[in-house]
Every structure is written in structure tokens, then in C-alpha cells.
């Protein structure tokens, strides 16, 4: 089982560091540990009030994607954090590792995406869609690929993915968005990372940010 880290713990939230490869919530093809089942072994109780298969799971990152989320320990907490994230009150930094160089080096990417019509696991910038919206800065790059800090304005589904693979720099190892595959890396590794989550809860403000897997660096290395 890949280890998941508890960062943060206290009577309303739980903070964890979510591994490469570990799902956020149970899906139908497989049946292994997730975020929920770390999180209902921590706190049993969030069984009588959470949706079930998500219980307290108030937002999710990708399988592939690595990184901070938050999950709520009480149904009231679980509306504000929800509330919040619909809102866009809480701030969210990702860092990844894209293909090539950019063409320049921050900017802002705003495009709508919708599912895709081809695949249906994947999204796809499409004028029927919802705008999607996210501010770059490159931190870092060597001739074969970049290393971006993303701030999340918007937070849509493989919203970063999809727009990294709109401008032709996809994430490193995601096939899924056009991206080569890389010997080194799983399937189920990519090189998104949510590093840093900021946010109010009850008047108090929380701020968690955690290094991104030592694999990125291998690559920025060579």
C-alpha cells in the first residue's frame, strides 16, 4: 500500500499528502486503498453524515497527481470547505513539469474545456465548455522540459492537464493529454503536484504547502 501522510490534523479538517497513484475515492474498477479509506479509519464517524464512497472528501486530485487535500471531519466544516472551494476563496499553487519551453515565461491560460468527444475520460478545450482559468510562471527549465508554478483560478476537471496539452508543453508522462511516455515513471505518475492550499475556516486562516516527489528533480538534473 503507498503510504498517505497526514501534514495536519485537528477537530474540523485533515491534510494529507496524497502519493502518486492512490485514488482520492473508491471508483468501479478497482478496489484499492484510497483517501476515503485512510480518512474512515481516522475518523469513522464521518459515515453517518458524508455521501457514500466520498465521505468527507471535499475535493479531489487526479489518481496521477500527487500532492495536498483537504478533507473535512464534520458535515458542517465539509459545507464551508465546500462553499469555499466553490467560491474560489481558497488559494491553490501546483507545481509540474511540462514538455519543451514555454514561449513565455508567465502568462495567463484561459480557455473553456468540456469532455471530450473522443475520449470520454479526458477533457477538451471546446467552445461549449466552461472557461477554465489558471496563471503561470516558469521556475525553471533545461533544454528538454519546464518547470511551472500554477495557480489555480478556476479549479475544473484535469483542468491543468488539458490546458498544458492546449499549448503544447503536456505534463510530463501524461500519455492520456498527448505527452510522451517516460521509461522512469508509472503509469500512474505524472508530474503535477499540489504543493501549496490557503484558505479561512471560521475566521482563522490555514496555509499548508508540501515538496513535490524528488522524481521532478531527476529530471530538471540532467
Avoid at 479561512?200 to 538534473?221: A, G, H, M, Q, T
Amino acid at each position: 500500500i503507498l503510504k498517505i501522510e497526514t501534514i495536519f490534523q485537528n477537530e474540523e479538517f485533515i491534510i494529507f499528502n496524497k502519493p502518486n497513484g492512490v485514488l482520492t475515492h473508491p471508483d468501479n474498477s478497482t478496489k484499492n486503498f484510497t483517501v476515503r479509506d485512510q480518512l474512515l479509519e481516522i475518523e469513522p464517524s464521518i459515515k453517518e453524515w458524508g455521501i457514500p464512497g466520498r465521505e468527507g472528501i471535499v475535493h479531489r486530485l487526479d489518481r496521477q497527481t500527487s500532492g495536498l487535500i483537504v478533507c473535512a471531519l464534520n458535515h458542517e466544516v465539509f459545507t464551508l470547505l465546500q462553499s469555499s472551494f466553490k467560491n474560489r476563496n481558497i488559494y491553490k499553487e501546483y507545481v509540474c513539469l511540462v514538455e519543451g519551453k514555454l514561449r513565455t515565461q508567465s502568462g495567463k491560460i484561459e480557455v473553456p474545456l468540456s469532455r471530450s468527444r473522443k475520449n470520454r475520460i479526458k477533457r477538451e478545450v471546446s467552445n461549449e465548455g466552461k472557461v477554465s482559468s489558471s496563471n503561470f510562471v516558469v521556475i525553471d527549465e533545461n533544454s528538454t522540459c519546464s518547470k511551472l508554478k500554477i495557480e489555480l483560478i478556476t479549479g475544473r476537471n484535469h483542468q491543468i492537464r488539458s490546458q498544458m496539452e492546449f499549448i503544447g508543453n503536456p505534463i510530463l508522462n501524461d500519455v492520456l493529454y498527448g505527452a510522451k511516455k517516460v521509461a522512469e515513471l508509472d503509469e500512474n505518475q505524472i508530474c503535477l503536484h499540489s504543493k501549496k492550499i490557503r484558505f479561512e475556516i471560521r475566521n482563522k486562516n490555514y496555509e499548508f504547502e508540501v515538496d513535490e516527489p524528488s522524481f521532478f528533480n531527476d529530471f530538471l538534473n540532467v
